[in-house]
């Protein structure tokens, strides 16, 4: 989903609030959205002439409920863009500029590696753009985060080879505009961390036993998996004192969307073959997330869905 394509959804999700009474729609939607803490709509840039079985990742943290949700106020900005460790995760090495519309990033590594993009200090006046080894981009509007919720990610698999030089490339534009936008004080960074082995494998993604939301841990506590060729999948996860995120996973032959709803609603769409982390949930009562393929299933069509539960 481009930038634009977020815009419009945004607006049309505030035209059709309206209140219909003593209660009133509008205020059903607040309700909704507060208790929904992160919500985020999947990006997905593809990697060419690579076959990843766990596709280059992207998440956006934005309320499609709230009007000025695409407006991010920027921090100061900070040389301290990347941790040495989370989430079973280890650095092996990054590289931040600043002051800079772009910047190409490049290490001997692959086997086992999860490649992070980040921006900070300019708000979402800019958008990032990124892309692995000149594949197709993923873009989001800054600031992109590494513990924030919003981040962008690619990861190789134990299937790739040791070592391998990789590329990731880095650019800014105006939001408002398509034109290179160099920031003042902003920073761009890339790095890439080791994984951990992977805990399981859904929907022919490879999953890992943590990730990390809002500065905190989410453990894996539950997967499904839908058979071949099925055209939906549903699950419902309850947690009673503990927040949970909530992944879907999607694999195939085709290039179909595939529609996420969460407790009923839809939530946003991501083509055949994609997926990752989605979104965290409060606790308290059961949310049921499904996912639906528009229009022909391919008959190898697989739908994975995975919770997690904060860890404390």
């Known amino acids: 989903m481009s930038i634009q394509q977020l815009q419009d959804t945004l607006r049309a999700h505030a035209d059709a609030i309206e209140d219909t009474g003593v209660v009133g729609r509008g205020a059903a939607v607040r309700r909704r959205a507060a208790r929904i803490r992160v919500r985020r709509a999947l990006v997905v840039a593809a990697v060419v002439a690579i076959v990843l079985p766990a596709a280059g990742l992207a998440a956006l943290g934005v309320n499609p409920f709230?009007?000025?949700a695409p407006v991010?106020?920027?921090p100061g900005?900070?040389?301290d863009l990347f941790v040495e460790s989370f989430a079973g995760r280890t650095l092996i090495d990054a590289e931040v500029a600043t002051g800079r519309s772009e910047m190409v990033f490049t290490a001997e590594a692959s086997r086992n590696t999860e490649w992070r993009a980040v921006c900070e200090g300019v708000g979402s006046r800019y958008t990032l753009h990124v892309a692995m080894d000149d594949g197709e981009p993923g873009e989001l509007p800054c600031d992109v985060q590494l513990l924030s919720g919003r981040w962008i990610a690619y990861q190789f698999g134990p299937e790739h080879p040791v070592k391998g030089e990789h590329t990731l490339r880095l650019w800014l534009t105006s939001t408002s505009g398509r034109e290179k936008a160099p920031p003042v004080d902003g920073q761009i960074g890339a790095a890439v961390y080791r994984l951990p082995a992977p805990a399981a494998t859904v929907a022919g993604h490879q999953v890992q036993a943590l990730e990390m939301d809002g500065g905190s841990e989410f453990r894996l506590v539950r997967r499904e998996?839908?058979?071949?060729?099925a055209r939906v999948l549903?699950?419902?996860y309850s947690s009673r004192t503990r927040p949970v995120e909530v992944g879907w996973y999607t694999s195939g032959s085709g290039t179909q969307e595939v529609q996420v709803y969460v407790d009923g609603r839809p939530e946003t769409g991501l083509p055949l073959g994609n997926g990752g982390p989605g979104l965290v949930l409060t606790p308290g009562?059961?949310?049921t997330v499904s996912l639906r393929i528009v229009?022909?299933?391919p008959p190898d069509a697989l739908l994975g869905l995975v919770w997690r539960e904060e860890v404390r």
């Open 66 to 68: 709230d009007r000025t």
């Open 225 to 229: 998996e839908s058979m071949p060729g």
């Open 234 to 236: 549903s699950s419902t």
């Open 295 to 297: 229009g022909d299933v």
């Open 77 to 79: 900005p900070t040389s």
């Open 72 to 74: 991010v106020t920027p």
């Open 285 to 287: 009562e059961a949310h």
